[in-house]
């Protein structure tokens, strides 16, 4: 195969599209969960099919899910491989847009739902005078850890 191919099931070749639920993979699920009473963290990982439903079921009672991009990426890319492996939410997120009832996205937020417009984490943190959610993490450094 070609560089920056890879074979697909059922064979062939396909682009390299690991950013994309369609051929990527969740490895793990960061997370910090809060309720009225208690405030929780962890990361979840494993085998995919589990991972993707012990999340599911980690987020049964989610009332909204807040991250950075989650809309257009994290949430959609969970969703996307758990239709593939056949899990079933339990927790089904509303993906309408210029709304943040069920899905707080910062990013969308920030860019008042400007579609033509994208802001890195970093480059936000940085423009609010506050430290970087991501520390030292770089896609380098998850490379090497995977």
Same mark, same amino acid.
């Given at each position: 195969?070609?560089?920056?191919?890879?074979? $697909? &099931?059922?064979?062939?070749?396909? #682009?390299?599209?690991?950013?994309? @639920?369609?051929?990527?993979?969740?490895?793990?699920?960061?997370?910090? %969960?809060? /309720? &009225?009473?208690?405030? /929780?963290?962890?990361? +979840?990982?494993?085998?995919? #099919?589990? +991972?993707?439903?012990?999340?599911?079921? +980690?987020?049964?009672?989610?009332?909204?899910?807040?991250?950075?991009?989650?809309?257009?990426?994290?949430? %959609?890319?969970?969703?996307?491989?758990?239709?593939?492996?056949?899990?079933? #939410? /339990?927790?089904? &997120?509303?993906?309408? $847009?210029?709304?943040? !009832?069920?899905?707080?996205?910062?990013?969308?937020?920030?860019?008042?739902?400007?579609?033509?417009?994208?802001? $890195?984490? !970093?480059?936000?943190?940085?423009? +609010?005078?506050?430290?970087? &959610? %991501? @520390?030292?993490? /770089?896609?380098?450094?998850?490379?090497?850890?995977?």
């Amino acid at each position: 195969m070609a560089g920056g191919e890879e074979a $697909r &099931p059922g064979g062939g070749e396909v #682009p390299q599209t690991s950013l994309e @639920g369609h051929w990527g993979r969740v490895f793990c699920v960061g997370y910090v %969960k809060e /309720t &009225p009473s208690q405030l /929780t963290q962890g990361v +979840l990982s494993g085998e995919e #099919p589990a +991972l993707l439903q012990d999340f599911w079921e +980690l987020s049964r009672d989610v009332g909204q899910f807040v991250g950075f991009n989650i809309m257009d990426f994290d949430l %959609k890319f969970l969703m996307q491989r758990s239709i593939i492996h056949g899990v079933k #939410p /339990t927790n089904t &997120p509303s993906f309408a $847009r210029y709304r943040s !009832d069920h899905i707080y996205d910062v990013m969308c937020e920030w860019l008042q739902w400007d579609n033509r417009d994208h802001i $890195r984490l !970093d480059t936000l943190a940085r423009a +609010l005078g506050v430290a970087s &959610p %991501k @520390g030292a993490w /770089t896609a380098a450094r998850c490379t090497t850890i995977i």
